[in-house]
T-cell receptor, first 111, second 115 residues
Framework: KNEVEQSPQNLTAQEGEFITINCSYS?????LHWLQQHPGGGIVSLFM???GKKKHGRLIATINIQEKHSSLHITASHPRDSAVYIC?????????????FGKGTKLSVKP | KAGVTQTPRYLIKTRGQQVTLSCSPI?????VSWYQQTPGQGLQFLFE???????NKGNFPGRFSGRQFSNSRSEMNVSTLELGDSALYLC??????????????FGPGTRLTVT
C-alpha cells in the first residue's frame, strides 16, 4: 500500500465547476504539500500546511491531522487550472524530512 | 530574483555511460534536493544537500550520487546508466534544511533519455 494515496487519479470538469482532490496518508508527518505540475514539466508549490486551512485566490487547502487526510479545492475552475496536482508529505520519522509523493491527480478543465 | 536553474535541459545517453546534471539554487538558498520522476513510479526523492553535506538519501542504488559546492550549486551523477534511468530529474532549493519546512522552489528539470 502506498503511503500517500490520491483520489481521483483523473478528473475532467467543465469551466466554472467546484473541484475537490483528496489526499490520504499513513505516516506521521510534519507537513503536507500540494504541488502543481503543468504539461511542460515545471512544478510549482501551491501550499504547505501542517494544520487547518489555507487559501490562495481560488485555491483552498485543508488538512485533518487526526484523520490523516487533506483536500485541495478549486473554486470557479478555469481551463488554465488543467495540470497534475500532487500531494506530498514530509515524514517526520527517521528520514529527516524526506518527501513522499502521491501519484498525482490529472485535472482537465474544459471550456 | 532568478529562479532555480538546471542544466542541461535535455540529454540523451547510451547504456553504460555516466551523466552529470547541474542545479543552481535561488540566491541565498542553502538546501538543494533532487527528485526523479518517471511515468511508472511518479516523483521520488533522491537526496538532499545542505551546506555541502548530504543530509538524507532516498532508496536509490549507489550509482546515484551527488555533491554540493560552497556556493550551494549542486550536481548529481549517475554512473553506468540503465534504460530505467530515463526520467525527468528535478531539483528544488530552499532557504533551510527540508525538515524545517521552508518552502521549496523547483527547477524546470533535466529530461534524461537512455538508449
Amino acid at each position: 500500500k502506498n503511503e500517500v494515496e490520491q483520489s481521483p487519479q483523473n478528473l475532467t470538469a467543465q469551466e466554472g465547476e467546484f473541484i475537490t482532490i483528496n489526499c490520504s496518508y499513513s505516516v506521521g508527518i510534519s507537513a503536507l504539500h500540494w504541488l502543481q505540475q503543468h504539461p511542460g514539466g515545471g512544478i510549482v508549490s501551491l501550499f504547505m500546511l501542517s494544520s487547518g486551512k489555507k487559501k490562495h485566490g481560488r485555491l483552498i487547502a485543508t488538512i485533518n491531522i487526526q484523520e490523516k487526510h487533506s483536500s485541495l479545492h478549486i473554486t470557479a475552475s478555469h481551463p488554465r487550472d488543467s495540470a497534475v496536482y500532487i500531494c506530498a508529505v514530509r515524514d517526520y520519522g527517521g528520514s529527516q524530512g524526506n518527501l513522499i509523493f502521491g501519484k498525482g491527480t490529472k485535472l482537465s478543465v474544459k471550456p | 530574483k532568478a529562479g532555480v536553474t538546471q542544466t542541461p535541459r535535455y540529454l540523451i545517453k547510451t547504456r553504460g555511460q555516466q551523466v552529470t546534471l547541474s542545479c543552481s539554487p535561488i540566491s541565498g538558498h542553502r538546501s538543494v534536493s533532487w527528485y526523479q520522476q518517471t511515468p511508472g513510479q511518479g516523483l521520488q526523492f533522491l537526496f538532499e544537500y545542505f551546506s555541502e553535506t548530504q543530509r538524507n538519501k532516498g532508496n536509490f542504488p549507489g550509482r546515484f550520487s551527488g555533491r554540493q559546492f560552497s556556493n550551494s550549486r549542486s550536481e548529481m551523477n549517475v554512473s553506468t546508466l540503465e534504460l530505467g534511468d530515463s526520467a525527468l530529474y528535478l531539483c528544488a532549493s530552499s532557504l533551510a534544511e527540508l525538515d524545517r519546512n521552508y518552502e521549496q522552489y523547483f527547477g524546470p528539470g533535466t529530461r534524461l533519455t537512455v538508449t
